[in-house]
């Protein structure tokens, strides 16, 4: 029997994650897209200087804009950007180095390799 004090529990130890470790979270990169009509693409390639990657969706032989393109960005097996292209033109921020930037539009997935500085990429259709 305690008198006086009361009877404290240990604190359980912290979990220790055994195996790999858990997979960074995919960091979406400061990105813009758009494009769809005159006015929007127009405005939209007036921001381009605030981004160091740019590219183009585009499908058919006539190259039509493409939007609601799902994106995935990697570095390696590791990826740094994740998003839908809501337009046929993507400008992204990314830290300096290559990239190959992914895309799937109509069950078809599309890759181009890039690099940091290359405003005029293309996937295509």
């Known amino acids: 029997m305690l008198s006086g004090a009361q009877a404290q529990m240990p604190t359980p130890p912290a979990p220790v994650h055994v ?3 858990p997979p960074a979270p995919v960091h979406v990169g400061s990105h813009l897209c ?4 005159d006015s929007s693409l127009t405005q939209l390639q007036s921001r381009a200087t605030d981004y160091n ?13 493409l939007a609601d ?6 570095s390696g097996s590791r990826t740094v950007a994740r998003f839908t292209a809501d337009g046929p033109l993507c400008y992204v921020k990314l830290p300096g180095g290559r990239y190959t930037v992914t895309g799937t539009h109509n069950g078809q997935t599309r890759s181009v390799q890039v690099h940091s500085g290359s405003m005029n990429n293309y996937l295509r259709w």
Do not use: C, K, Q, T
């Open 34 to 37: 758009g494009g769809v009509g």
């Open 69 to 74: 393109v799902p994106i995935e960005i990697r």
């Open 19 to 21: 195996g790999s470790p």
């Open 53 to 65: 990657l740019g590219f183009w969706m585009v499908g058919g032989p006539g190259g039509a804009y």
